[in-house]
Every structure is written in structure tokens, then in C-alpha cells.
């Protein structure tokens, strides 16, 4: 996905930034959200019964790995995280999903390098699916972007090695963060995508980053209302990024 121009005015410059300081809050709370070794495929699971559609085929197995913004930091329900509510999401589509929410705030990429062969290791059996989001605490920390860049080098070699499809939920930063600095981590996500043929979704927050209300009062998190937009503004991506059953690719 192409990025979009960051001629934008200054306050949602400064909102934009308040958004990617995602361990503000998120390391020093880390306990208050799920951890990788807690989280099962229960997470956000929801009844048939209230399903707008019956779910069909063989179930899908996904990982969501992240930050804060995937733990659901702040959320008085965690029915109300980004996770949770895409499971929902593709379920009521018909999807048989089920995710997995490995969401820790405060997570860089370099923890989340840590912690990506115990996540996979848990498992019962491989994840079908794997969505990686992070690098939002990597621009709060200063990390240069080649240090990211081989961090997220590291974790897709993991992946493609263990033949599990990725998609890649990018970051961008901010303008006062100067325009070799922005330019050089904008282009990473595109670039690894690429370099991995996994899919990507360019800055997956743009829907929602100018508008204040869909925040917590930090202006950090989303809000229940916020995830619900940001689930509605991916859901198509994701939906079209996951493997096909054996059944649809016989079929098409």
C-alpha cells in the first residue's frame, strides 16, 4: 500500500505522535495485559449462536502478535481488543477464525524477536495465520530504523522457516521525527513485505489517528469505539490475506 502524503496540520502531527508512545503506559502496566504465554484460542471467542451467518470450513488458526495496541491496554473488557473484535468480525462473515491475542504492551521489536519462538513453541500445533504489529515503541524509544529493520528481518526468517503466512500491520513516523528518519522507517514495512512476499497493510491506524474521540484520554489507545473502527477499516485486508482451504483453491 502506497503512504499516503504527512502534510498534515500540526495538531494531528502532534495527536499522530501521541499515538506511536505506545509503552507511556503499556510497560509500566505490562501485567494488565495478556501475555503470549497466557493466551489461548479462547481469546475473544464468540457463540455461534450470535453469529450473523454460520461460520464454514476448516478453522483458521491466527496469532496476533503485538504491542499494546493488540493487548487492548486501557480497555475495561477484553472482548474489546483489536483482536477480539477481528475474530468476531471475520466469524460473523462466515470465517471459521479463531485468534490468538499475543499482545504485550510495551513490546519493541526486539522483544517481540524474544518472545517469537515461545509464542510459536506454545502452540498446540502451527497458527495458519500470523498478523505482526509493532514498531510503534521502536519510534517512542529512538531505535534507529535499520535496528528495527532487522529485528522484523529476524521474525519473518522465523515465519517463512516454520511456512506461516504473514501480514504485516505498519507503522509510520510522525514528521517531527525529521525526513530521512521518516522516510527511511516509512519504507520498511513496504519493502520487507516485499522482500518476504507476505501481505501488508501500509499504516493500519489511518483511519483513525486525527480523530481525538476515538481515543483514550491518554491519546495514546484506542477506545472500544476505536478498535471497532480500525477492525472495520482492515477487515476487508485481512480477510483477503488469509490462506485459502484446500476446498477454494481447488475450486478457483
Known sequence: MPINSLSKTVSAAVCFAAVLALSACGAENADDAPSSARAGPETGAIADSELAIPVMGEQIDIIAFGDSLFAGYGLEDMADSYPSKLEAALRARGINAAIVNAGVSGDTSAAGLSRLAFTLDAQEQTPDFFILEL?????????????????????????????????????????????????????????????????LIGFWMEDIYEDASLFQSDRIHPTAEGIEALVASTLDEVAAALPQSDEADAES
Open 135 to 199: 514498531g510503534g515503541n521502536d519510534l517512542l524509544r529512538g531505535l534507529s530504523p535499520e535496528e528495527t529493520r532487522a529485528n522484523f528481518s529476524a521474525m519473518l526468517t522465523i515465519l517463512r522457516d516454520r511456512d506461516i503466512p504473514v501480514l504485516l500491520m505498519g507503522m509510520r513516523a510522525p514528521p517531527n521525527y525529521g525526513p530521512e528518519y521518516q522516510a527511511e522507517f516509512d519504507a520498511l514495512y513496504g519493502e520487507l513485505a516485499a522482500e518476504f512476499d507476505t501481505a
